[in-house]
């Protein structure tokens, strides 16, 4: 079984900081891609920001030069850190990650964390 949790959420006012941190824990071969999607109240989950295994990155338009998505594969850790906030991105932030479990199966999986909290004031 593989857990994702995220922590380092909270209330911030408007131009603050916040960094966020996912662990996965569990029956992990490897990790591919790890990213963090975020859903504000009535609207669907959205993309925030990826990592692939080697590095590269990918961010939507509406957090670009604002946050910066890494990530520690010997802790199996991603990090969001978030610049700048503006009330906009007050939502849950979820973690993913696409892992393969065995050695002897190439399939991966898509986990989720239960997600966080980030409420920014104006």
């Known amino acids: 079984q593989v857990r994702l949790v995220e922590s380092g959420g909270g209330l911030v006012q408007a131009g603050g900081s916040l960094r966020l941190s996912c662990i996965a824990s569990?029956?992990?071969?490897?990790?591919?891609?790890m990213g963090w999607y975020r859903q504000a109240p009535g609207e669907q989950r959205e993309l925030v920001a990826t990592i692939g295994s080697s590095g590269s990155t990918n961010y939507a338009d509406s957090v670009k030069g604002r946050f910066a998505i890494s990530r520690d594969n010997a802790k199996n850790t991603v990090y969001l850190q978030m610049n700048t906030l503006k009330p906009e991105d007050t939502a849950v932030y979820y973690c993913?990650?696409?892992?393969?479990?065995?050695?002897?199966?190439?399939?991966?999986?898509?986990?989720w964390g239960r997600g966080t909290q980030v409420t920014v004031s104006s």
């Open positions: 993913n990650a696409r892992i393969r479990t065995s050695h002897w199966n190439l399939r991966e999986w898509d986990y």
């Open positions: 569990g029956t992990i071969f490897s990790i591919n891609a």
